[in-house]
């Protein structure tokens, strides 16, 4: 229980970008003292029977949610938002296409009994670009650098589960020896941390515990990852940088897992949202996400429909009803609320991006509900709806106060799914809302005050975990963070029994238990499930599939898909 909270803390440095991130954290639960080895890495690309690699292996991609502005830098050590290439690093651990955390430049993790101490077993093939060797000092001095105070890099925070991380990050501590990060010769690095952290392969994973290249940052200073400076040990090395036009890439021939990278060059224009699909369809590039305006077009087009996919971006619409607000003060009210949310017609302003929604877990992540228990609670049926006003002073839709619907300023087809909600809670009870849009500090202030009436909100899915969508959203006894006023004790209880055992099994009953106590309550109304599209040209192979059968392409936690891409001959 206690590590979980220090799990929620730490993460939460990592503020709104940290959402696909936390995803990964689903197996973190059930970790105790445990070691990690590279059997559990993802399998090296291999083309099938019958394709033939083309003889020039270059890969272009960009648009829709990738570069559309040029990176500030490649340093992610220093500014985890940087915006950069995370391909030209490698770090300790890295996330495979099922967001399991799995050694990398460190080929053998292992912690002591209590997990307070983890040791991590550095390659001797590990280099970086310029072929010196890539060594446990170079992370130790990378970690201690992220937390130094003159690098004033803004989520050192992210680090302080490291011992004497946060005092000599505060100035409260000189001594940089004294930071729990060592050094045991060049090939073992050894963390000490502030006490049991089952979690911290997880943390070592992510963006932010990539390293950092001394020589060239001591020399170049902020300037070291232009093009002519930067040094890396990932498997591509950064061979040009037009900065607000294109990048280039080259295959790392340093790189220890070189023989099984493809692609020999990687071409990033910088693309502005607002040119769409355009690139793609004038095959200027070989991949892109797509947008609500694009997705139907290249769908329905004999060319382009078999290139469009869908890919992972777990995440939940829903409507918190302000139960110490009238009129959402009354259950009746609530019920009524959600009987009269008609989500198969509410998600048709989405076109094609929101499915209904009808619990608050994504189909395809773990604790997903498929019960018919749970989808009657809150269905849709606009008589009950209105049955459920009788004896309250808005029987049969009349006499409602002023209703604000409140969101934060939000692309994702927010806006356009918020107004559908209003139109079915217009015909179904009479209700008209009036919808505020706010600047998002603004509504979350608000929010986190709980001064709001009615809210839409979004909640994207940080890691595949009952325990992230019930314990971070809803858990009533949390001190900071609470989005709404609602508290219910027996939901507490599921939640706190879920996540104290280990037990698979019964963790995912008390989950299930608890959304059924949350929906019969009316604590959340949820209305939609986010989905995502992408579309890649025939000849791009290697893309990897999760579990569920879904293609996984990079995002924040994910980075390993460009050594995992091959380009194979046009037909």
């Known amino acids: 229980m206690e590590q979980l909270d220090l799990l929620e803390r730490r993460l939460a440095v990592l503020g709104v970008g940290r959402r696909e991130f936390m995803r990964v954290a ?64 490698a770090g300790l651990m890295k996330f495979n296409a099922e967001l399991e955390a799995v050694p990398y430049v460190a080929e053998k993790v292992t912690s002591n009994k209590e997990a307070s101490v983890w040791t991590f077993a550095i390659r001797k093939d590990s280099r970086w670009s310029d072929g010196t060797p890539c060594s446990a000092h170079d992370f130790e001095w990378s970690l201690k650098r992220q937390l130094d105070p003159a690098t004033a890099a803004p989520y050192a925070a992210f680090l302080y589960d490291i011992k004497n991380a946060e005092a000599f990050n505060k100035k409260q501590l000189a001594d940089r020896n004294q930071v729990g990060v060592r050094a045991k010769g060049d090939w073992t690095l050894e963390v000490t941390l502030e006490g049991p952290r089952a979690y911290f392969p997880v943390l070592s994973a992510y963006l932010a515990a990539l390293p950092g290249h001394r020589a060239s940052i001591e020399k170049h200073g902020d300037k070291w990852t232009e093009a002519a400076n930067i040094v890396g040990n990932g498997p591509f090395v950064l061979e040009s940088w037009e900065h607000h036009r294109t990048m280039v890439l080259r295959k790392n021939r340093h790189f220890f897992g070189v023989k099984d990278v493809l692609l020999d060059k990687v071409v990033i224009p910088i693309i502005p949202n607002a040119a769409g699909a355009l690139p793609y369809e004038n095959n200027e590039i070989d991949m892109t996400s797509l947008q609500v305006g694009d997705l139907k077009r290249l769908q329905s087009s004999p060319k382009t429909g078999r290139e469009v996919f869908r890919y992972p971006f777990p995440g939940t619409w829903y409507l918190l009803p302000q139960v110490t607000k009238p009129p959402f003060d009354n259950i009746k009210v609530r019920r009524a609320v959600a009987h009269a949310i008609d989500r198969d017609n509410v998600v048709k302003v989405a076109q094609g991006f929101a499915i209904p929604a009808h619990a608050m877990i994504p189909p395809g992540v773990p604790g997903a509900l498929d019960d018919p228990r749970i989808k009657a609670i809150q269905r849709f049926d606009p008589k009950l709806a209105m049955e459920q006003l009788k004896g309250t002073s808005y029987e049969r839709g009349r006499n409602w106060p002023k209703i604000t619907l409140s969101m934060r300023e939000q692309a994702l087809g927010s806006k356009p799914l918020a107004e559908a909600v209003q139109a079915v809670l217009l015909e179904h009870l009479g209700m008209r809302t009036e919808l505020e849009v706010l600047e998002p500090r603004v509504f979350l202030e608000r929010v986190w005050k709980q001064d709001l009436q009615l809210i839409w909100i979004s909640w994207f899915m940080d890691y595949p975990d009952p325990h992230n969508e019930y314990f971070d959203t809803f858990y009533g006894k949390k001190t900071t963070g609470r989005r709404q006023a609602w508290v219910n004790d027996a939901f507490d209880r599921e939640l706190e029994a879920g996540r104290d055992t280990r037990d698979q099994a019964r963790r995912l009953q008390h989950y299930a238990r608890a959304e059924e106590i949350l929906q019969t309550d009316v604590g959340y109304v949820p209305v939609a499930w986010f989905v995502r599209y992408g579309a890649a040209k025939p000849w791009v192979r290697g893309i990897e599939k999760n579990r569920q059968g879904e293609m996984v392409i990079e995002g924040n936690a994910y980075v390993d898909m460009l050594s995992h891409l091959y380009i194979v001959e046009r037909t």
Do not use: T
């Open 26 to 89: 689903a197996g973190v639960v059930a970790l105790g003292a445990v070691g990690f080895d590279a059997r559990r890495a993802s399998a090296s690309p291999r083309p099938a029977p019958g394709e033939r690699l083309a003889k020039e292996q270059v890969f272009r991609y960009g648009g829709g949610g990738w570069y559309q502005k040029d990176p500030s830098s490649h340093d992610y050590n220093k500014d985890l938002y940087c915006l950069g290439v995370p391909a030209l690093f």
